[in-house]
C-alpha cells in the first residue's frame, strides 16, 4: 500500500532545520505484514529527544530512515502467526521488541532484548524484515516503529494494546516518555514511603518521572533544571519544590532516590551529588557516547551509594504501558500535561526546531 511519512535523509545537516531540511515529507511502499507482524494505522505520534538525537549525530542510525517511535494507533490487519489481536484493536507501540527468550528479556526489564537490540540498530523489524521501500529500494525502520507516518507494519512484540477510551494523543507518549520516565521511578528508583525523589532534567521524559514520582505518594518530588520555565512547569506537574543546578548544590540538596534524565555529563555528576548517604542515582539520560563525566568512587564506597544505569525505564512494554494507562484513566497520571502542542506531519522539521531549543516537552503529530 502507499503510505506518506517523515524519512531522515541526511544525518547532521545544520540548524535551522526548517531551513537545511533533513526530512522529506515521501510517498512510500508499505509491504503487507509477515509472519508475526501487524499493520497498524497509526493515529499520533510524540517527538522525543530519541528522534532529535538521530537527526543531528549523537546517535547514528543508518539511512534513509522513517523516523518516529512513540506512536498509537488501531490494528488493520494481522499476519500470519497473530491471532491475540483483533483488527479494531486500539494500541500503543513500543519501541524496544522483547523476543521473550534471551538472557536480556529474563531480566524483568532491566536489560533490554537482545535480538531487540541488533534490530533496532540495524534498522529492521525483529525478525529482520523491511517493509518499507522508495522508488524499489529499502527505506529503514527507526526503533521497530517507524511512527512518523499514517500507516506501519510492526512486529506484534513491539504492539501492546491499550483501552479504547485513551485519547490517542495520551496512548501515544506512554510508548516512550511515560514508560522510560515512569519506569526509571518505579522500577529502578523503587522509592520507599517517604522518600523524596529529585529529578535533574526535565524534558519529556524527566517531566514524566515527576508526574510518577508525585503520583506515588511517597515523600516530596523536587526538580532541577538550568531552565526556569521548565521549573514553573515542574510544580504545576506535582514537584513541590524547583531549584536551578547551582541553587540545589548552594543548599547542599539530597535525598534517597534522585533520576537523571538530562542526557548531559554535568547533570549526571549533578545527580550523584544530590544523592544522599545509602541512597540511589538512576541515569536515565542518553548524552553523546562521547560524554564522559568525573565521580569519586570514595563518595560511592564511604557513603554506599548505589548508581543505576536505566535504560526505556527497565520496562516490559507488554506489563507496564497498560499499568500507566490506567493510571490515567483512574486520575492519578496526568500525562495530557506532558502535551506542548499538537502539529502535522509536514511541521516535523519545524518541530525537530523546537525540540532542540528546548522549548517543548511533547510535541505530538495528529493523523487523519
Known amino acids: 500500500m502507499k503510505i506518506t511519512g517523515a524519512v531522515l535523509e541526511e544525518i547532521g545537516r545544520p540548524t535551522p532545520y526548517a531551513s537545511s531540511r533533513p526530512i522529506s515529507i515521501s510517498q512510500l511502499d508499505l509491504d503487507d505484514p509477515q509472519q508475526?507482524?501487524?499493520?497498524?494505522?497509526?493515529?499520533a505520534s510524540g517527538i522525543c529527544h530519541s528522534d532529535l538525537s538521530v537527526l543531528n549525530g549523537a546517535r547514528p542510525r543508518p539511512v534513509p530512515m522513517l523516523l518516529g517511535h512513540e506512536s498509537t494507533g488501531i490494528v488493520e490487519k494481522l499476519g500470519p502467526g497473530v491471532d491475540d489481536l483483533t483488527v479494531g484493536q486500539h494500541v500503543t507501540l513500543a519501541f524496544l521488541p522483547r523476543c521473550g527468550t534471551?538472557?536480556?528479556?529474563?531480566?524483568?526489564?532491566?536489560?533490554?532484548?537482545?535480538?531487540?537490540?541488533?534490530?533496532?540498530?540495524?534498522?529492521?523489524?525483529?525478525?529482520?524484515?523491511?517493509?518499507?521501500?522508495?522508488?524499489?529500494?529499502?527505506?529503514?525502520?527507526?526503533?521497530?516503529?517507524?511512527?512518523?507516518?499514517?500507516?506501519?507494519?510492526?512486529?506484534?512484540?513491539?504492539?501492546?494494546?491499550?483501552?479504547?477510551?485513551?485519547?490517542?494523543?495520551?496512548?501515544?507518549?506512554?510508548?516512550?516518555?511515560?514508560?522510560?520516565?515512569?519506569?526509571?521511578?518505579?522500577?529502578?528508583?523503587?522509592?520507599?514511603?517517604?522518600?523524596?525523589?529529585?529529578?535533574?532534567?526535565?524534558?519529556?521524559?524527566?517531566?514524566?518521572?515527576?508526574l510518577?514520582?508525585?503520583?506515588?505518594?511517597?515523600?516530596?518530588?523536587?526538580?532541577v533544571d538550568?531552565?526556569?520555565a521548565k521549573l514553573a512547569e515542574a510544580k504545576e506537574f506535582g514537584a513541590s519544590q524547583a531549584f536551578t543546578p547551582d541553587e540545589a548544590l548552594a543548599k547542599g540538596l539530597k535525598a534517597p532516590v534522585v533520576i537523571e534524565a538530562a542526557g548531559h555529563p554535568r547533570a549526571f555528576?549533578?545527580?550523584?551529588?544530590?544523592?544522599?548517604?545509602?541512597?540511589?542515582?538512576?541515569?536515565?539520560?542518553?548524552?553523546?557516547?562521547?560524554?564522559?563525566s568525573e565521580i569519586s568512587p570514595a563518595a560511592l564506597t564511604g557513603e554506599a551509594r548505589t548508581i543505576i544505569g536505566c535504560y526505556l525505564g527497565s520496562a516490559v512494554p507488554a506489563r507496564d504501558i497498560p499499568k500507566y494507562a490506567q493510571m490515567w484513566i483512574d486520575g492519578k497520571l496526568h500525562v495530557e500535561k506532558l502535551i506542548t502542542s499538537r502539529?502535522?506531519?509536514?511541521?516535523?522539521?519545524?518541530?525537530?526546531?523546537?525540540?532542540?531549543?528546548?522549548?517543548?516537552?511533547?510535541?505530538?503529530?495528529?493523523?487523519?
Do not use: W
Not at 510518577?212 to 526538580?223: D, L, M, N, R
Open 36 to 43: 508475526d507482524e501487524v499493520l497498524v494505522r497509526i493515529t
Open 102 to 210: 534471551c538472557s536480556g528479556c529474563l531480566t524483568d526489564g532491566k536489560l533490554p532484548c537482545i535480538p531487540g537490540t541488533a534490530a533496532n540498530t540495524a534498522g529492521t523489524l525483529l525478525g529482520g524484515g523491511i517493509r518499507l521501500h522508495r522508488d524499489g529500494k529499502p527505506v529503514l525502520h527507526h526503533l521497530g516503529v517507524s511512527g512518523f507516518a499514517d500507516h506501519a507494519v510492526v512486529n506484534r512484540k513491539s504492539v501492546v494494546p491499550v483501552p479504547a477510551e485513551l485519547p490517542r494523543e495520551i496512548a501515544a507518549v506512554l510508548g516512550c516518555a511515560v514508560l522510560t520516565g515512569g519506569g526509571a521511578v518505579i522500577n529502578a528508583g523503587r522509592p520507599g514511603p517517604g522518600d523524596d525523589v529529585v529529578v535533574v532534567g526535565l524534558g519529556g521524559v524527566g517531566m514524566s518521572a515527576v
Open 212 to 223: 510518577t514520582a508525585a503520583a506515588q505518594g511517597t515523600g516530596e518530588v523536587i526538580a
Open 226 to 228: 538550568a531552565n526556569p
Open 269 to 292: 555528576e549533578n545527580a550523584v551529588l544530590y544523592t544522599a548517604l545509602g541512597g540511589t542515582t538512576v541515569t536515565v539520560g542518553l548524552p553523546h557516547p562521547d560524554a564522559r
Open 343 to 368: 502539529i502535522r506531519l509536514d511541521q516535523i522539521n519545524e518541530a525537530m526546531d523546537t525540540l532542540a531549543a528546548g522549548n517543548a516537552i511533547r510535541q505530538v503529530i495528529l493523523f487523519d
